[in-house]
T-cell receptor
């Protein structure tokens, strides 16, 4: 079965600093999804990457997919307290998107 | 509705009781998914519906777990004879269709606690 490893597991950054979260898959990636979760809430969809080399941005968050390395990165520029939460990557290992496998998450804290 | 709606938001019950969890997907979404999130296991897939049928039930942990979907809309996840290890947050998601270009949108979950 597919496994996703996220690093780091937790991260504390000062407001205004940049940061990167990585997600590495044990198998071929057909699609990679990034979500954010706050305690007691569901997952908020951030971005979906479908092709190798693809890069997408939304506000201050940029995600890239390296198909050859079976890896995705999520980069936040000039972090803000509103970016705090748990970031989860989810992968479609079969190309059908009927079942996603998720990483264990990266907990981000942003200090003032 | 605007988003995926789950009820109840919290449920506390005694070991051995049956529980029903409800999910209202986004209107028009044909695919519906149930996941479970627990401290030790992370986020795990349980079952997926396309319309009213469930092509993939591979994640249901035991025969105490069952799910159905009616009218291509609302789904209920039923856990019979609950055990303490069933304590978790149960998340429901829906997507426009099950294709790879459609992201799954999640509800806020039902937090289930078994005493």
């Amino acid at each position: 079965s597919q496994e996703l490893e996220q690093s780091p597991q937790s991260l504390i950054v000062q407001e205004g600093k940049n940061l990167t979260i990585n997600c590495t898959s044990s198998k071929t990636l057909y699609g990679l999804y990034w979500y954010k979760q706050k305690y007691g809430e569901g997952l908020i969809f951030l971005m979906m990457l479908q092709k190798g080399g693809e890069e997408k941005s939304h506000e201050k968050i940029t995600a890239k997919l390296d198909e050859k390395k079976q890896q995705s990165s999520l980069h936040i520029t000039a972090s803000q307290p509103s970016h705090a939460g748990i970031y989860l990557c989810g992968a479609d290992g079969a190309g059908t998107a009927s079942k996603l496998t998720f990483g264990t998450g990266t907990r981000l804290q942003v200090t003032l | 509705g605007a988003g995926v709606s789950q009820s109840p938001s919290n449920k506390v019950t005694e070991k051995g009781k049956d529980v029903e969890l409800r999910c209202d997907p986004i209107s028009g979404h044909t695919a519906l998914y149930w996941y479970r999130q627990s401290l030790g296991q992370g986020l795990e897939f349980l079952i997926y519906f396309q319309g009213n049928s469930a092509p993939d039930k591979s994640g249901l942990p035991s025969d105490r777990f069952s799910a159905e979907r009616t009218g291509g809309s609302v789904s209920t996840l039923t856990i019979q004879r609950t055990q303490q290890e069933d304590s978790a947050v149960y998340l429901c998601a829906s997507s426009l269709d099950p294709g790879p270009n459609q992201p799954q949108h999640f509800g806020d979950g039902t937090r289930l606690s078994i005493l």
